[in-house]
């Protein structure tokens, strides 16, 4: 009775292992055969590559430089390049110097002159900006002067004018040029706007009984007279000119004689009695 009881407890394990032996084999056999399975197992693999790709490429842009980091290295090297240019500017500077100090004392132009080193310093560079600076440095050892504030007026009569008396004040009205704004033609008058030496030059026409003597006077005292007289047969003008110098705030202007006036001056298209000047030096 024993014995067979051991005998049943015996079979019913062995029926329990095959049974759990036959219920995986089916599970491995469903899931080998299962398309739906294989193609998760396939898409799970194809993310897990596409992951394992998108780490290499964070990696890879966390090591480049963000944009904090070009921004810092453009602006050092715009601050090199600025150093490197006023370097050169200094350089070409001492040249310059050395080139002027030489040319005031006179020295001629060797080899050994400041021309010749600007030159050999010239052909040592390759960018064009540096040989600007170059010929710059040389411009600088040619003769220069200085030039002098333009002052320049020309005025004539509009008309016949008719002054008869003596030391009549003759006031050019129609002005075409007047540089500096000198000339005031309502009272005839320049007021020199600074000392120098001045050209005045004044021309009047005259015909038939007209005969005039005309004076430039500057600061009240005559500096040159003109006389002409037609006598009835010559339809001409005559002109005077001085060189002369005037200070600032002295009056020039052109005026009757203390003699021989009469009768019209003459202006028109066919001649103009005229007043100029302008500063020489």
């Known amino acids: ?14 029926f329990i292992f095959w049974t759990y032996s036959s219920v ?31 780490d290499e490429r964070i ?56 021309l010749r080193k600007i030159i050999h310093y010239a052909e040592k560079q390759t960018d064009q900006s540096k040989r600007s600076l170059v010929r710059k440095a040389r411009l600088l050892l040619q003769p220069t002067t200085v030039p002098v504030e333009t002052v320049a007026f020309f005025a004539y009569f509009s008309t016949h004018n008719p002054p008869s008396t003596h030391h009549h004040i003759l006031a050019f009205d129609t002005v075409i040029t007047n540089v500096g704004k000198a000339y005031h033609p309502h ?7 600074r000392t120098g030496l001045y050209v005045f030059t004044w021309t009047i026409r005259l015909w038939g009984d ?13 500096v040159n007279t003109i006389y002409l007289d037609p006598n009835n047969h010559i339809d001409g003008s005559v002109t005077g ?18 003699d021989f006036n009469n009768g019209d001056i003459k202006s028109d298209t066919v001649g103009r009695s005229s007043f100029a000047g302008w500063i020489l030096m």
């Not at 599970?27 to 590559?49: G, H």
């Not at 430039?216 to 005292?221: A, G, I, K, R, S």
Request: charged share 30%; hydrophobic share 35%; glycine share 2%.
């Open 210 to 222: 007209s005969y005039h003597t005309s004076e430039l006077l500057v600061d009240n005292n005559v």
């Open 241 to 258: 000119t001085v060189v002369v110098l005037v200070n600032q705030g002295d009056d020039v202007l052109v005026s009757t004689g203390s």
């Open 187 to 193: 009272s005839g008058t320049f007021i020199a706007p």
């Open 24 to 54: 995986k084999a089916d599970l491995n056999e469903n899931r080998d055969e299962n398309t739906d399975w294989k193609w998760a197992v396939k898409k799970i693999q194809e993310l897990e590559q596409k992951v394992k790709v998108q």
């Open 1 to 14: 009775m024993e014995s067979l009881h051991t005998v049943s407890i015996c079979i019913f394990f062995v």
């Open 59 to 114: 990696s890879t842009l966390e090591k480049r430089p963000t944009e904090s980091d070009w921004a810092s290295m453009e602006d050092l090297k715009k601050t090199i390049q600025k150093q490197t240019d006023r370097i050169l500017m200094l350089e070409a500077r001492i040249y310059e110097l050395e080139a002027i100090s030489e040319v005031e004392n006179n020295d001629s132009l060797n080899e050994s002159s400041p």
